[in-house]
């Protein structure tokens, strides 16, 4: 590629960087800020004769978090002896447990979550009709993958997003030994997508899984040539690998140690910049820096929705299948595939199949209309399909 193309390549990431956090700090003043967690007190004072009154003064716990935690019928209940409870271990566990819901709670903005709900069903709808009739062009993937970013990451922000609803449950587990049931629907709701689907959320729902595809596209040509260094496809045995180890090690540590390690580093604060912090915003430098060269290096390597939804996705309903019988095994698909998912599914010579993102790129190079994005169970090819190809 010429300067002057890699010039203009680098202005415009630059740019769209500076618009995303831009906007997203003023659209996060607009919604207004939440707290990131509720304070609790660092140290409980119980007394066996306290009262509950008593329990809620010395450690400023308002009338109605004493009625949460305690299951109070009526006022007469706060001058029960705490002793009627459980021990002093049991009620620190109680008003912990409590605590962190609360926390949970009082975090989510709970206007803006059932907005975006309602905007991804009509967005992903919106797509999903694209997709099937085969309107889906390289100019309109990038439109509207900026879309996906533009309305779920820059205006209705970070949270909730389909990485939150499984690294977030898995560190409050860990943490207070508890669930936050809204959660919970939300991780439903994603994997019942997911399984309609093909990773249907990621794909064209996730405000970091949109923003990395975006900035793939970005680096090519029409032509699906890089313009900028040379886009490389890992090999899945690779990544699956390092996002299981990432997922086993986020987990041991949430549950030996309470902490959050992917917190320093989530890359969804690039839509809340006021929490991004220096690590953050090194992290996520070296993301969009990777996202150039590589096709979603953080949900390949790292997600923990990435990684459930994998899993998920092998009895997805809809997903890009072959017809062989029109096919003629020039393998263009799989060679203009950003991943290696494309080659599996075209040869079917793997046990396992990869991450399949439904960007349809597929489809749109197929000179026989061979590729869909259907219900259509998937098949092996004929023996000796591609050996005739290669003779040729």
Request: aromatic share 10%; hydrophobic share 45%; with cysteine.
């Amino acid at each position: 590629m010429t300067n002057h193309s890699s010039s203009k390549t680098l202005i415009l990431l630059v740019a769209l960087a500076a618009l995303i956090v831009g906007l997203s700090a003023v659209s996060n003043r607009i919604w207004g800020g939440k707290p990131e967690a509720r304070p609790k007190p660092s140290e409980l004072k119980i007394e066996k004769e306290m009262t509950v009154t008593q329990f809620g003064r010395a450690n400023e716990l308002p009338n109605n978090i004493l009625k949460a935690i305690f299951g109070l019928k009526d006022k007469s209940d706060l001058e029960k002896k705490l002793s009627e409870y459980g021990t002093a271990d049991q009620i620190s566990s109680m008003v912990n447990k409590k605590f962190a819901l609360a926390s949970e709670s009082a975090s989510k903005n709970w206007i803006k979550i059932p907005l975006k709900f309602a905007l991804w069903f009509a967005f992903l709808g919106t797509t999903f009709i694209l997709l099937r009739n085969r309107k889906v062009t390289a100019s309109l993937r990038k439109w509207l993958l900026f879309a996906a970013v533009l309305i779920f990451g820059v205006i209705l922000g970070a949270d909730p997003s389909p990485m939150g609803t499984v690294k977030d449950a898995i560190h409050l587990y860990g943490t207070a030994h508890v669930i936050f049931p809204p959660r919970m629907i939300a991780l439903a709701i994603f994997l019942a997508i997911v399984f309609l689907a093909n990773k249907y959320i990621c794909a064209w729902g996730c405000q970091i899984g949109t923003l990395q595809d975006l900035i793939f596209h970005i680096n090519q040509t029409d032509k699906r040539k890089p313009i900028i260094g040379r886009q490389i496809k890992l090999p899945f045995a690779l990544t699956n690998s390092i996002r299981v180890m990432f997922l086993c090690v986020f987990t041991f540590v949430a549950f030996s140690w309470t902490i959050d390690i992917i917190e320093p580093i989530d890359p969804f604060k690039i839509f809340k910049p006021a929490y991004l912090g220096l690590s953050g915003g090194v992290f996520v430098g070296l993301l969009w820096l990777a996202s150039l060269f590589i096709y979603r290096p953080w949900c390949h390597l790292c997600c923990p929705f990435g990684l459930v939804g994998w899993i998920v996705e092998r009895f997805s309903l809809a997903k890009i299948s072959v017809n062989y019988e029109t096919c003629i095994a020039c393998q263009k698909c799989a060679t203009a595939c950003p991943s290696t998912v494309m080659g599996a599914i075209l040869k079917r010579d793997r046990k396992t199949i990869p991450d399949c993102f439904a960007c349809y790129t597929c489809r749109e190079v197929c000179p026989t209309d061979s590729i869909s994005f259907s219900t259509r169970k998937r098949t092996s090819p004929p023996a000796g399909h591609f050996d005739k190809r290669n003779k040729s």
